[in-house]
């Protein structure tokens, strides 16, 4: 070990050639830190420091009240947020979610719809641009791709809905047809647009214990309110994406080729 080098920094490079040299498998769990301790001959600061280092570079994570793993490995699912002029959905709706995951030869999976009627949180009610003490109607899904967790899905309804006889949204069971159509057919509300608004955050501690992340992971949320025929907003659709499974594409024009199966390298 050269003279200059810092403790932690040796532990690090140690801990980095034995996760890419494939010793520590992907999902391994790490030796606590008085065990890195003892065999390092070093500090638990100093352990921690380079655990952090290596958390960092995306190689480990962090699972509270669990320990410390090598971070999975996934092959990303990427999930083209355009609308699909054929179809009118985007990325993310249940149906072209579907179509996507399985056209790649993968099989997707959802859990049983959680529905609820709700209180009206402060940003639904800004972005459905409804009053602040208005109540939703929420219907919430677990997705998955291979078994492997991918999103969390939740749109919120206008209880106008079901007051007009929409009432299957409220019911904790898929909807044949789509909510779409379904709105459509029932009410005559028909989706003809619908914005995307995407910001990343840590991820909640629920939101680590599904995907199986690290504390200090990331998420994307996906906020998306879909417009009616009269331009008035009917639905918000709220989708967090883990960033170490999820790529996240929009294309800009008529005639934007059909996409290939080639991506970005890296994490």
């Known amino acids: 070990m050269p003279q200059h080098q810092p403790m932690y920094r040796h532990i690090a490079d140690d801990l980095r050639a034995k996760v890419t040299g494939g010793d520590l498998a992907s999902g391994a769990k790490l030796p606590t830190e008085d065990e890195l301790s003892d065999h390092f001959k070093a500090s638990r600061n100093t352990v921690r420091e380079a655990i952090r280092r290596l958390t960092d570079e995306g190689l480990l994570e962090s699972r509270p009240g669990q320990g410390t793993f090598v971070a999975r490995k996934v092959d990303p699912f990427v999930t083209v947020l355009t609308a699909d002029p054929k179809t009118g959905f985007g990325g993310g709706e249940s149906a072209a979610y579907r179509s996507e995951v399985s056209r790649n030869h993968r099989e997707p999976t959802n859990s049983e719809p959680r529905v609820a009627v ?144 080639t991506r970005p390298q890296g994490r």
């Open 118 to 261: 709700v209180a009206v949180a402060p940003e639904v009610a800004a972005l459905l641009e409804i009053p602040s003490d208005s109540q939703v109607v929420s219907r919430s899904q677990n997705r998955y791709i291979n078994g492997i967790p991918w999103s969390i899905q939740t749109t919120f309804y206008l209880m106008d809905f079901i007051t007009k006889g929409a009432t299957d949204l409220l019911m904790a069971r898929d909807i044949a047809s789509g909510a779409v159509q379904y709105l459509a057919d029932e009410l005559g509300v028909r989706q003809t647009g619908y914005r995307d608004w995407i910001t990343g955050r840590l991820a909640t501690e629920d939101e680590q214990s599904f995907f199986g992340i690290g504390h200090n992971a990331a998420v994307f949320v996906d906020s998306r309110v879909a417009f009616d025929q009269h331009n008035v907003p009917m639905r918000l659709t709220v989708t967090i994406f883990p960033v170490d499974r999820n790529q996240l594409i929009v294309n800009v024009g008529p005639n934007v080729p059909p996409l290939r199966d």
